[in-house]
């Protein structure tokens, strides 16, 4: 399959800005950026952004487009297929504004997705809007979606999300757009041209639907909702119309229920993800027979397959499902696509290699792995060539990466976890020093796939060990919720054994062992270094969550959409505020300050809308109380949870690297 690189991107020089405490005070000067020692990488390799994001044929394949991330800036960038005409369509400098993505319409036309974060008072959120551009930058309709005034005085509510939309199978002008312009909560399903701004209502809500699904004809089918705060509801319609019938309904706290995923080719044919012997499993089932029992397509024995589903180059008929097992794993139903995937992961072995986006015969591949950093790559299905277009980081492109493996052990209860084990390059005989590497979540998971994090680590020097602990998502629901309420209890407990084991298999130095981690990794390495000071020399937690009633609070405050169901949620997975305080201070951090000994980073984005710089403060300032100094808290004043900027990766990860290397 390998063939003569006949394809390439072009990259484009530019510089842009956006086109048409008390107690413990953080530091807000970064440390000198510590001199990479021989054979290490500089930072930026690791904490930059990608190069290029969702590189993307137009429905010819004649063109591309891909976001460029420059210097902490980025771009929509469009060329054609040889690399030439190339065009920056719209700019950001990731301040204010950020591209949330793009869709290619017709071969000129774009849609451009853009979020930018906002406030009311001390809560904090995102807002999303949709522009419409030319692939040549011209005819950009910023105001795309537009409101009309109140009549009398009303008040007038701007939906917060305004770019949830489907495309519309063989239109070329127009899309399916979603807003809740009528009712908070509740989007309409509007018909709007991409060129005028000009929008028909094509499906009205019965007032309580989220979210919408429509066949590949592009009517709207489906809509998932919620009823009485915290039942969920499943509707359908026929194609022809008509009124909303409920297809499933279920208790969004404490059952798992069906999830409607997509059509098929035929508009009959309705796919769900539902629970399947304790685990999610992929379903079908005929709408025009809504009360027969749903037809089971797919399960893993191990695992939830909990991915979506994959489509022809057209976009009319479904092949399969690309989910997450041990490592990243798609499952064809349709031959032809599993004969071509087979050949592309001969070609490019040991990686997870994803067809991202095809118009006929053309094909682009982004290929990753756990030692190989992400890669585009262009396949011609006609004459069977491919040729690699660029790499996501080329700082790492022809670095010898360090190798990692899959690993199980049993917990002190006798329960199985998985884990993934990354050993550096360089790594002699003797057991070295090591990271243990928790999770955010914490109901997400691990997988065995390229991170930047555990190969800047092992660059470094260390071990990484990152474990799917208790209470993980993708094991099935026993799993999961066997991590409920059990914060700091049973949840830490199996990151001590993954220590435990570690050492037990002498593949670490148990002198010389850390813990980092971010969200509820970054709690999951203050209660470490708390509850088990013998096993950490030192620990990194950014962005944790320190209190777990003010956590609790949090979820459930009253000016969330649909803050019944995040209080039920928070309570079940948490505790209870009144009755459960006693764990809950056991388990909160910031509780438990005086009892932390062990030298640590910590650090918080105060734009971080998913947990409160506060909870960072409170702990800084607990520290302090303490008496306790061997502390450096860093506070990056625009940083998000996810550090997307990338002038804060950039300054974390230096932060981190000269911290760690005081206990090497």
Not at 496 to 518: M, N, Y
């Amino acid at each position: 399959m390998k063939g003569r690189f006949a394809r390439r991107v072009a990259l484009i020089p530019w510089l842009v800005g956006l086109v048409a405490c008390g107690g413990s005070r953080p530091a807000n000067e970064p440390l000198p950026v510590a001199a990479a020692r021989p054979g290490e990488l500089p930072v930026k390799a690791f904490a930059a952004l990608p190069l290029i994001e969702d590189l993307t044929l137009s429905p010819s394949g004649d063109y591309l487009a891909f976001i460029q991330n420059t210097d902490g800036h980025s771009a929509l960038v469009t060329q054609n297929r040889s690399g030439g005409d190339s065009r920056v369509v719209i700019t950001s400098d990731n301040q204010k504004y950020h591209i949330r993505g793009f869709t290619w319409v017709n071969n000129q036309r774009l849609l451009v997705r853009m979020w930018y974060p906002d406030r009311v008072s001390d809560l904090k959120f995102t807002q999303t809007r949709l522009f419409a551009i030319n692939r040549d930058g011209s005819e950009l309709k910023s105001d795309l979606v537009r409101f009309q005034d109140p009549v009398f005085g009303g008040r007038r509510h701007i939906p917060q999300f305004q770019d949830a939309y489907a495309l519309i199978p063989g239109d070329e002008r127009h899309i399916l757009l979603m807003l809740d312009e009528r009712q908070q909560g509740a989007p309409d399903v509007f018909r709007l041209d991409v060129y005028s701004g000009e929008r028909e209502t094509v499906a009205g809500n019965p007032g309580y639907v989220r979210r919408w699904l429509a066949d590949l004809q592009g009517h709207v089918r489906v809509g998932l909702g919620l009823v009485g705060g915290s039942t969920e509801r499943i509707v359908y319609r026929s194609a022809a119309g008509g009124d909303w019938q409920t297809l499933f309904e279920h208790d969004a706290v404490n059952e798992d229920g069906m999830q409607p995923l997509g059509f098929d080719a035929d508009p009959d044919i309705l796919y769900l993800r539902g629970p399947y012997q304790g685990r999610s499993a992929i379903f079908r089932m005929h709408l025009s027979a809504p009360k027969s029992a749903p037809e089971l397509v797919y399960a893993d024995p191990r695992y939830d397959v909990t991915g979506g589903l994959m489509y022809s180059s057209a976009g009319n008929r479904v092949l399969g499902v690309h989910y997450r097992a041990a490592t990243a794993k798609s499952v064809f139903w349709d031959e032809d696509a599993r004969l071509a995937q087979a050949k592309i992961d001969q070609a490019l072995p040991d990686r997870d290699n994803a067809v991202i986006s095809s118009a006929g015969n053309q094909v682009i591949v982004l290929s990753s792995g756990p030692s190989h950093a992400p890669a585009y790559y262009w396949l011609n299905m006609h004459n069977n060539q491919m040729g690699r277009l660029i790499d996501s980081y080329p700082l790492l492109a022809n670095q010898t990466l360090a190798a990692s493996e899959i690993v199980h052990f049993k917990a002190r209860d006798g329960l199985e976890l998985e884990g993934y084990l990354t050993k550096p390059r360089q790594a002699g005989t003797t057991a070295g020093p090591a990271v243990v590497f928790p999770h955010g979540g914490p109901w997400s998971r691990d997988s065995h796939g390229f991170n930047p994090w555990t190969q800047f680590l092992a660059d470094r020097g260390w071990t990484v060990l990152q474990l799917n602990f208790r209470g993980s998502a993708g094991y099935g629901n026993d799993f999961e919720t066997a991590g409920f309420r059990r914060w700091g209890l049973e949840m830490q407990d199996d990151i001590t054994d993954g220590v435990r084991w570690l050492t037990e298999q002498k593949l670490v130095d148990p002198a010389k062992v850390c813990i980092v981690g971010a969200s509820y990794g970054g709690y999951a390495a203050l209660m470490g270094a708390i509850k088990t000071p013998e096993l950490y020399r030192c620990a990194v937690s950014l962005a944790p969550v320190t209190d777990l009633r003010r956590l609790l609070d949090e979820w459930g405050d009253m000016r969330w959409q649909d803050h019944r169901l995040r209080a039920e949620m928070a309570e079940k997975t948490l505790g209870h505020w009144w009755s459960d305080r006693a764990r809950l201070k056991d388990t909160s951090p910031v509780e438990q300050a005086a009892r932390l000994h062990t030298p640590l980073l910590l650090a918080h984005g105060v734009g971080d809308w998913t947990v409160n710089v506060g909870h960072s403060r409170d702990m800084a300032d607990a520290l302090a109380s303490a008496g306790f100094k061997d502390v450096r808290y860093v506070e990056m004043e625009d940083a998000d949870h996810y550090l997307t900027r990338e002038e804060d990766r950039l300054r974390f990860f230096g932060e981190m690297d000269a911290f760690l290397r005081r206990f090497r």
